[in-house]
C-alpha cells in the first residue's frame, strides 16, 4: 500500500498546521477523524511538561466537526507542579474552538515493590485487515495499518484489532509513543459498534485514554465494546497494549441514533 500523505499534518510555524487527507473522516471528506487531532493536541501540551514527568491521562472534547482546513494549537499550563501538572491544549480553526485536550503529567519514579503480571495480547496477524471496508479511499483509514485478532470488520460487535500508524504525525519530525496510541485510540467506537454504520450514527463528543505506561514499538493493540442504553445513548471502552502487555484503557461516551 502506498502512502496516502506525507504525515497527517504540515507545519506551518507559529502554532498553525495544515491537516493532510490522512485526517479525512469516514463521513465527512472535508472533517478530520478525532484520532489525529486527540494525538496532534497531546503531542504539542507535551513541551510543557517536566522532563521527568509522562502522560497519565488525555481528555479530549470535540466541539463539533473539525474542519479538515488550516488550524491553530495553543498550549496553556492550567496547573504546575513537580510531581503533578496538568496542561491543556486548544485548537481552533478560523477563530473558533474546534477541540480542547487536557493532559495530566506524573512524575516518573522508583519501581514499587509490587507490580502487576503482564497481560499479553494475541500476536500480531500476518495478513493485513480493512477498517470500514464499505468506504473506499477514506484517508483515517488509508493512514493506519488494521489487523483483526477478534471481532471482524464485516459486522457489527467488540473487536480487537492490531494497529500500526504508517506515516510520522507531523511532517519532518518522528512519531511519538503517545501519539501512535491516541491517533488509534479514537477508532474505538467505529471498530466496536453494535449497529452498522451506513445506517446508524454513533457519535462520540470525546475521548479519556489513561496509560499505564510509556509504549514501545509499532504495533497497538486495542480490544474494544460498546454497550447502549435505552435512551439513545452508549458507552465505548477499550484496553490498549502493546507485544510487552498492557498500556491503558479508553472510553467514549456515545450518542447513538439512526441516520
Known amino acids: 500500500m502506498t502512502e496516502i500523505a506525507e504525515a497527517f499534518y504540515l507545519p506551518l510555524g507559529e502554532g498553525r498546521f495544515a491537516p493532510t487527507k490522512a485526517t479525512e473522516s469516514p463521513w465527512d471528506a472535508e472533517s478530520q477523524h478525532g484520532g489525529p487531532p486527540s494525538a496532534l493536541l497531546a503531542h504539542l501540551a507535551g513541551a510543557s511538561a517536566e ?7 488525555v481528555s479530549v472534547d470535540f466541539l463539533g466537526a473539525i474542519p479538515r ?43 514499587p515493590p509490587a507490580r502487576t503480571p503482564a497481560v499479553l495480547p494475541p500476536p500480531v496477524p ?50 511519538t509513543p503517545l501519539a501512535r496510541t491516541l491517533v488509534a485510540a479514537d477508532a474505538a467506537n467505529g471498530l466496536s459498534a453494535e449497529l452498522p454504520l451506513d445506517r446508524w450514527l454513533s ?19 486495542l480490544d474494544c465494546r460498546t454497550q447502549l442504553a435505552e435512551d439513545g445513548l452508549g458507552l465505548c471502552s477499550g484496553v490498549l497494549s502493546d507485544p510487552g502487555g498492557t498500556l491503558g484503557e479508553v472510553a467514549q461516551p456515545l450518542l447513538v441514533r439512526a441516520r
Not at 495553543?74 to 478560523?94: F, K, Y
Not at 500476518?126 to 483509514?141: I, K, M, N, Q, T
Not at 457519535?203 to 493493540?221: K, Q, Y
Open 69 to 111: 482546513r488550516e488550524l491553530t494549537v495553543e498550549v496553556s499550563v492550567v496547573r504546575p507542579g513537580r510531581r503533578i501538572s496538568l496542561s491543556e491544549a486548544r485548537m481552533t480553526v478560523d477563530g473558533r474552538a474546534v477541540a480542547v485536550a487536557r493532559v495530566w503529567y506524573l512524575a516518573t519514579g522508583p519501581t
Open 51 to 57: 522532563p521527568d514527568q509522562r502522560a497519565a491521562r
Open 126 to 175: 500476518e495478513r493485513d485487515s480493512v477498517f470500514l471496508p464499505h468506504l473506499a479511499d477514506w484517508g483515517y483509514g488509508q493512514a493506519l495499518d488494521w489487523r483483526y485478532t477478534a471481532g471482524s470488520a464485516d459486522r457489527p460487535g467488540p473487536a480487537a484489532v492490531w494497529t500500526r500508524v504508517r506515516i510520522p504525525l507531523v511532517a519532518g519530525q518522528p512519531i
Open 203 to 221: 457519535i462520540p463528543p470525546g475521548m479519556a485514554t489513561t496509560l499505564l505506561r510509556e509504549p514501545v514499538g509499532e504495533w497497538v493493540h
